[in-house]
Every structure is written in structure tokens, then in C-alpha cells.
């Protein structure tokens, strides 16, 4: 397996041909063009090659602290896709593997992954080959019909004590985001008009069975949403 930047002439393509094989047509475009505007913001694309075939890609954000673009402390890659055929028992190892090769062209031991629920089967390989589960992050819509009070306390039942829980909450096209455990701290917002539209939890598992508390939660509260952050 190689990763290879893609220049910007091939971009859209290689974007759309391995999307074709995990989503609709209908979303296609709108995934397309965040993708885009997350590379001309400077982040970079790699296609990821199987002998002559692309068979998904990555897109990779070098970071520096202090901004600096010739010391790099890390490299994030937010966004990992591969064409359904190829999830299989073999990609996982040797993606994992070359995303490491890759942080060192970049001159830094430091990487961190963020998978989606589209490869959640990435993580074994990625713990295997020496990464950590540093963050868990959950999201759920919340209905127009306001079931606030249920949800946060299921996430008390089903996550960490040592968790952060924001909401999100909307009024006339306007955003807020409050930190709570109960649904009582946001009494006054709620009677001001700003309506809760998304719970997001974060946790730091203080074990590798992250995945166990994900599946018990979503039991429960069935998340819209959740990726799992990788550090090495």
C-alpha cells in the first residue's frame, strides 16, 4: 500500500469515485465541497493505493503550535475513506503502518487520527500497531419535541463520570453551546426561546474499552454521530 498526494487537478474525482461506494448521490456534492474547502485551507489529500488502484483516500492536516509551518508538532488526519470492497482484514494493518510513515515526512513521531463511524473497523489495527484511544466524542440530534431531560440522564447511566457534555441550542438562526449535567441549568435559555437541538458528549476512556461503552450507550440513546480520536 502506498498514500500519495494528489494534486489539484485530480482531487474531485478521486474524492467522488471512492464516496460512490459509501453514500448516495444526494449527499455526494455537499460531502465534496467541505472536502475541498477543508484542502484549500491548507490541509493536503492522499490517495490510498493497492497496487494500481486508488482505493480510498485520506485527507492530512499538518500542525504547528506556534504556527510555524517549518516545525511541525503533529499530523491530524480528519478524514479517512475507503471503497467498501477493500474493508477488509489486510487494509486496516498496512494503513495504520503507513500513516506512520507518513508523520515522519513530516519530520514528527506525532499523529492523531480521528475515525469516523464509516471506518470504525480501523481502530483494532490502529491500537495493535501502538496507538491510543485519547478522546470519544458523542452527538445526538435532539427532536423538536424536547427530550433533553431523558437524554442527559441516559448519558449519566451509560457514560464516564469524568465527561464533558455541551448543548447546543438554537434561536432565530442563532447558536449557543452550554456545559451541563442536568437539564435544570438551562432553564433560563429555554424560557428565553433558545430550543436544546444537539447533545455532544467527550470523554477521555481511562481503558481501552471504549467501544463497550459506545455500544452500551447507543443502546439507549442511539448516537446520530461519534469518532473516536487516535493518538500515537
Known amino acids: 500500500m502506498d498514500l500519495k498526494e494528489i494534486d489539484q487537478e485530480n482531487q474531485h474525482k478521486i474524492i467522488q469515485n471512492t464516496l460512490r461506494t459509501q453514500i448516495s448521490e444526494d449527499e455526494i456534492t455537499e460531502i465534496i465541497e467541505g472536502l475541498l474547502m477543508e484542502i484549500e485551507a491548507g490541509s493536503i489529500l492522499y490517495s490510498i493505493e493497492e497496487g494500481n488502484e486508488k482505493i480510498g483516500f485520506i485527507i492530512a492536516t499538518p500542525l504547528s503550535e506556534n504556527e510555524d509551518p517549518n516545525n511541525i508538532d503533529y499530523l491530524s488526519i480528519d478524514e479517512i475513506w475507503i471503497k467498501t470492497e477493500y474493508e477488509n482484514s489486510k487494509i486496516p494493518n498496512e494503513l495504520s503502518v503507513n500513516l506512520k510513515k507518513l508523520a515522519k515526512k513530516y519530520k514528527t513521531n506525532k499523529i492523531e487520527i480521528i475515525v469516523s463511524q464509516n471506518v470504525v473497523w480501523l481502530g483494532n489495527a490502529l491500537l495493535e ?96 454521530d461519534y469518532s473516536i480520536i487516535y493518538r500515537l
Not at 135 to 163: C, F, G, M, Y
Not at 181 to 210: C, R, T, Y
Request: charged share 30%; proline share 4%.
Open 129 to 224: 500497531n501502538g496507538y491510543i484511544c485519547y478522546e470519544v466524542k458523542l452527538e445526538k440530534l435532539l427532536p423538536k419535541a424536547n427530550n433533553l431531560t431523558d437524554v442527559l440522564e441516559l448519558i449519566q447511566e451509560s457514560t464516564p463520570a469524568d465527561r464533558i457534555v455541551q448543548v447546543l441550542l438554537e434561536k432565530d438562526d442563532n447558536f449557543q453551546t452550554e456545559f451541563v449535567e442536568e437539564a435544570d441549568e438551562l432553564i433560563d435559555q429555554i424560557s428565553e426561546g433558545w430550543l436544546p437541538v444537539m447533545v455532544v458528549v467527550i470523554f477521555e476512556p481511562e481503558n481501552q474499552s471504549f467501544m463497550e461503552i459506545i455500544e452500551y450507550s447507543n443502546k439507549m440513546i442511539n448516537w446520530d
